[in-house]
């Protein structure tokens, strides 16, 4: 059987504190050499995964912004892929709401509820409390469907989650950020469309691997058949009741690392 591997990256892949992915990298040759895409699923932005993949020397399709959208890159060309759009040079599946919509409910909201989203920051601000540097602070600016935000009190969020139901929003919580994001835009609805998609090309089932370590990554988590999590470097690690589901034995990349590892030996022993 063939494999697809879906992994989030804030706190997954990479490592909470400096963004690094290094010891990650027996498993991701291990992956590449098997033909096996790692598909990145996350909040991040399209230009901050561009980055990522040139670094990494991938190419593969990505999900952003937990779920917005899913990204085909032209080496996937002969891809059948409904309900696709051309956003150059990609094939686009769009799954969430336009960013105007997203900004728009924290602009309203901002101060009654004490929100601090990307919008009001500027790059300096958002470098300063995620820890990225300036010019990763500027591909976080670049939003296509989704507004992070800082809330300053906590027991807001529920009132703040009902307003959002009202206006055809949901709000999800990642491993530092608040998201405003479309009711029916997740993580688990994009893994769906692009297993299907790889499951119609290669003509036979296809065995799904995900790892993450936040909420917003349980929706991802429970729709594929291993299901990996990544324990956080501050507080306790994800449940998922999924039958099946695995701990990884460190946060971030090592524990990425020494997962698929473990996994990649039991599936292609």
């Avoid at 809330?151 to 491993?175: F, I, K, N, P, Y």
């Avoid at 936040?214 to 501050?234: A, C, G």
């Amino acid at each position: 059987m063939r494999h697809l591997l879906f992994t989030d990256l804030d706190g997954t892949l990479l490592d909470h504190d400096d963004y690094s992915w290094a010891d990650a990298t027996p498993a991701i040759e291990r992956l590449t050499a098997l033909g096996v895409p790692i598909i990145m699923v996350t909040s991040k932005t399209r230009a901050e995964v561009e980055a990522l993949q040139r670094e990494m020397g991938l190419e593969e399709p990505f999900v952003v912004e937990n779920g917005g959208g899913v990204f085909f890159p032209v080496r996937y060309a002969d891809l059948t892929i409904p309900e696709s759009t051309m956003a150059s040079p990609y094939r686009l599946v769009t799954l969430g709401v336009p960013y105007s919509q997203v900004r728009r409910f924290v602009e309203d909201r901002r101060e009654r509820f004490a929100i601090e989203g990307f919008g009001d920051m500027g790059a300096e601000r958002i470098a300063a409390v995620t820890g990225l540097n300036l010019t990763q602070a500027r591909l976080a600016e670049q939003r296509d469907f989704t507004e992070p935000f800082l809330l300053e009190e906590a027991d807001q969020l529920a009132a703040l989650c009902e307003e959002a139901s009202g206006e055809g929003l949901t709000v999800t919580s990642g491993g530092r950020f608040h998201h405003p994001i479309g009711v029916l835009q997740n993580k688990g609805r994009a893994v769906d469309v692009v297993t299907e998609i790889f499951r119609d090309h290669w003509g036979e089932d296809v065995g799904t691997i995900a790892l993450g370590d936040s909420p917003n990554d349980l929706s991802m988590l429970e729709r594929v058949d291993y299901p990996i999590v990544i324990p956080r470097v501050n507080g306790p690690a994800l449940e998922v009741t999924k039958p099946g589901v695995q701990l990884a034995p460190n946060p971030g990349c090592r524990g990425w690392n020494a997962a698929v590892l473990e996994l990649l030996q039991t599936l292609y022993s």
